[in-house]
Structures are given as structure tokens and as C-alpha cells.
């Protein structure tokens, strides 16, 4: 195994809930730290704001690390959206459930609730993601569409799902299309990251739940 891999322990140390820049977990290797350490900074900085030394103190690990794993902090902030984006499907895929209409919108809303709860937990790869859906598709980085595409790639197939089932069952008559799919998937995202962002900074008051119901209604009213 080479020095820059990680392992399956690795990888569930990194996707751990409740992690914060205050006490990053110690364990694992300096290229899971780092990237746990970006992806839940909380300082309302972005990540190109932090120094490689800063980078470096928060995660535990000594500055060459940061080079030594990544070459560049550039590279080290493409990595932590390329981390996030794997670790957000993980933690979806063992959730997912196939069957009648209700398991299957019973696993979307568990998914949901696990996302937000990522989200939650790493606010600078949503702070992240959030840039990544503003930028115009022209003057995106390759490694930023790529990855964005491929969480809306995730949520399409999780919506397709649901609506076979809602055809499936006599709850609609066709299909939605595959546009109308892609478009709700990215209007989901794009909603996710907008109320986690917000309650973090100006709506503490709101509650989780009420955030995650509100998901799980914007999913299935979104189909046709």
C-alpha cells in the first residue's frame, strides 16, 4: 500500500459525524487528517484563506505533510471535495433501500437526514459545494464540475428510483423525464447546502428536522 492510500478504517475515521477543526481525530493517516481537518474547518474562512501551517496545526501533522500527500495546498482543497463527494455517497449508499413505495421513500428521507447531517458536520467542504453551484459552467475548474455532477449524479438516481415506484404503484402515469429528474436532483442540492449554510450562520433557530422535512417534501414534489 502506498504512503498516500487509505484504508477502509481510514476512510471511517474521515467520515466519522460530529467532527470539528477543535478536535480533529488523530488516528488515521496525515492524508486522512488533513482532508478531515479542511472539510470541517469553522472559522468562516474559506479554505484558501488558511495558511499550509494553520492546515497543518489543525490536523496534528507537520507542515512537509501537507506537500509530501498533496504537492500544493491548490491540490490538498481539489482532494477534500474528491474525499467529501465519496464520503457523501458512502454514507447514502448504506442507507439505500430498494422495494415498494414506502421502503424506497423511507430510505430517500434516511439519506437525506445523513446528508444534511454531513453537511452539518463539514461546513467547509459545503461552503465548498456551494461555490462549486455558483460558478457559471465555463469558468468552473474540471475537478469542481466533475464533482458536483457527480453528487447530482447520486441524487438523480435516487430520484429515479422513487418515481418507478410512484409509476410502479399508480401514483403517477409515465415517468418523469430524465431532464426533470436531473433538474430536481440539482435543485436539492442546491437547497441542502443553502438551508445548512443558513442555519449554521443567520437561522440557528431552525431545526434540523424541519430543514430535513422540508427536503424530503421538495424530492417528491419535484416529480412529474
Not at 481539489?78 to 424506497?104: F, K, P, S, W, Y
Amino acid at each position: 500500500m502506498s504512503a498516500v492510500s487509505e484504508t477502509d478504517s481510514e476512510r471511517q475515521t474521515a467520515g466519522s459525524p460530529r467532527a470539528s477543526s477543535r478536535g480533529v481525530s488523530r488516528r488515521g493517516s496525515a492524508r486522512v487528517r488533513l482532508l478531515q481537518a479542511m472539510m470541517a474547518l469553522d472559522d468562516h474562512r474559506s479554505v484558501h484563506e488558511h495558511s499550509v501551517e494553520e492546515l497543518a496545526a489543525i490536523a496534528g501533522v507537520a507542515k512537509g505533510s501537507v506537500y509530501y500527500q498533496f504537492g500544493s495546498k491548490e491540490n490538498l482543497v481539489r482532494q477534500m471535495l474528491v474525499h467529501g463527494a465519496e464520503e457523501l455517497q458512502r454514507i447514502m449508499d448504506d442507507l439505500d433501500d430498494v422495494g415498494d413505495l414506502a421502503t424506497v421513500r423511507a430510505s430517500l428521507a434516511s439519506q437525506i437526514r445523513a446528508a444534511f447531517a454531513f453537511l452539518r458536520d463539514y461546513p467547509s467542504f459545503t461552503g465548498l459545494v456551494a461555490y462549486a453551484l455558483a460558478r457559471r459552467r465555463d469558468d468552473e475548474s474540471q475537478q469542481l464540475r466533475s464533482e458536483k455532477e457527480a453528487i447530482v449524479a447520486l441524487l438523480t438516481d435516487r430520484l429515479t428510483r422513487l418515481d418507478t415506484a410512484r409509476v410502479a404503484e399508480g401514483y403517477a402515469e409515465t415517468p418523469s423525464s430524465p431532464a426533470r429528474l436531473e433538474v430536481t436532483a440539482t435543485a436539492l442540492l442546491s437547497a441542502a447546502v443553502t438551508l445548512s449554510v443558513d442555519q449554521h450562520t443567520t437561522h440557528q433557530e431552525w431545526s434540523e428536522e424541519d430543514c430535513v422535512q422540508a427536503l424530503v417534501a421538495m424530492s417528491a414534489g419535484g416529480l412529474g
